[in-house]
């Protein structure tokens, strides 16, 4: 089987895959996992495609906020939309990292633009229009098509523990309804196997008919302890894989873990300027515990022998 | 295919769901909706198995109150702890028929009483604690295990829509984590395919570890205009298909209609005393806007051959 991983480098980042697979699949052997239990678990952003310079999400949400401006021109002197505006995204960038270092000043601001952005919208509508995003628009830098912005090593992974009898689910803190759209064709996930953060919805009855509307509430920030809280609330069985890149993915990876049973935990480490990114800001930690408890860590200069 | 559902009377009944099936799969006709939109719903209390004369979770809650009120006597004179001691099933009974009739001045007792009854357990816990109940306990009236108190006409229905390339959901106002012991077992509905009822959850780290612990809060009360919210928020369709049989299973219904798509909604009508049980509380509302709308009501007296 290991042929098959044939965009990773014959390295020990490799080897730990597939051996952990064969372990797991090889029904006569102490450390087997029967199918129903082999739930492999993903972050999205940096995980699965690029999140650099900034979270494709956000270039959505900045459009949107450009045109609530044009809409609406007092907001152009407020944060976040006068950043959009200005095209000022050092400012959101910034905001970003704080909170992954563990400062959250920037938070309030950055969630009151978020959470007005589609207030309003049915869940449909919404899908529809981060849908046309992602299926027309393109990387700022990196000149792809957001659409083929994921990472090829990693879909290569899931396609081959999809084979090997595992069920692949995406757990990211960004938004779930804006995945949803493209997770089918992109990473053969589909929308109810996307667990994301999320707005609150509202039923809108209409005789015999209705609509689910988004809220400018905040319902889940699927971040950091609250991953494991909604791997069990969505899929109802403790992973055994579980691959993140950042200080939001830690318990994602530490819940994973529950011997005897055997366990991959793996994070992606971006030091690709080349290819792709080099950057560990918001990431510190999760690194620090690697090296702690050995979990893996996947490179992408050395592990990977084409990023896209 | 109509012979495959040989559990079921040759009635309208039938013929609506096998005529709604042959429309949606026939590939040159204008009502064909591809694979991954046939998305079906099921509420599980009284749809899929049997609610009378308690719901079956209640049973196994009344266990644990009378466990707590053993541990700690002064619970005994308290409801719902009192009753669950007593075995005065008439108060816990009336308590729900009450809900359902738009007055839930016994709520916030009842509420206390299920939110403290696991409260610290572990998710893992929980769950070893309900299947064994349900594995190993029996229906106090009809005296069958309640493994085996689902209807078989509609497990038949379940494996009959899978047949036709359905994905099948439970979208239950009981609780999530107690169904998903059973289900698929019971229906062939995997635990991420469970939406229902479900307390908070927190993530408890434990060094390279830890686990996901049952709060004494209420997250979701997945009930009435809540039901589409949650369909939209855990499978990110809208579906084609909805059974259920009680006013808390309206919007859900009213959610799965999307002209020009087609639709099927049935509700199933408890009116036979003989083989179940034969009652319309709690569902007055609901049967009304069947007549009103044309939804499908499946008579258990009329048009299911079997009952279990």
Request: proline share 6%; glycine share 8%.
């Amino acid at each position: 089987m290991a042929e098959k991983l044939s965009l990773w480098n014959d390295t020990p980042t490799r080897q730990a895959i597939t051996q952990f697979v064969q372990q797991v699949t090889d029904a006569s052997g102490s450390s087997f996992v029967p199918l129903a239990e082999r739930v492999a678990v993903f972050d999205n952003d940096g995980t699965l495609w690029c999140e650099k310079p900034m979270y494709i999400q956000l270039d959505f949400i900045l459009r949107r906020w450009v045109e609530m401006a044009q809409e609406n021109p007092a907001l152009r002197e407020q944060q976040p939309w006068k950043a959009a505006v200005e095209k000022d995204y050092a400012w959101l960038g910034n905001a970003v990292t704080k909170h992954y270092r563990g400062d959250d000043s920037d938070m309030p601001t950055l969630m009151k633009g978020l959470l007005s952005a589609f207030s309003g919208f049915t869940v449909e509508d919404f899908a529809a229009r981060a849908g046309e995003f992602l299926h027309t628009q393109s990387h700022p830098t990196l000149k792809r098509p957001y659409s083929q912005c994921g990472y090829a090593p990693m879909i290569e992974l899931l396609r081959y523990l999809e084979a090997n009898g595992f069920t692949n689910y995406i757990v990211s803190g960004g938004g779930r309804e804006f995945m949803r759209p493209i997770t089918q064709e992109l990473y053969g996930i589909p929308a109810d196997r996307v667990v994301g953060s999320s707005v609150s919805l509202e039923f809108r009855e209409d005789g015999d008919g209705g609509d689910v509307l988004s809220q400018p509430h905040l319902d889940v920030l699927d971040d950091g302890p609250v991953k494991p809280t909604r791997i069990w609330s969505r899929i109802g069985k403790r992973p055994i894989l579980a691959v993140g890149n950042s200080n939001g993915d830690i318990q994602m990876l530490q819940f994973a873990n529950r011997p005897p049973r055997p366990s991959l935990r793996m994070l992606i480490l971006h030091d690709d300027a080349e290819r792709e990114f080099d950057y560990v800001a918001g990431a510190e930690k999760s690194l620090e515990l690697a090296k702690q408890y050995g979990w893996t860590v996947a490179s992408i200069k050395n592990d990977w022998k084409s990023v896209f």
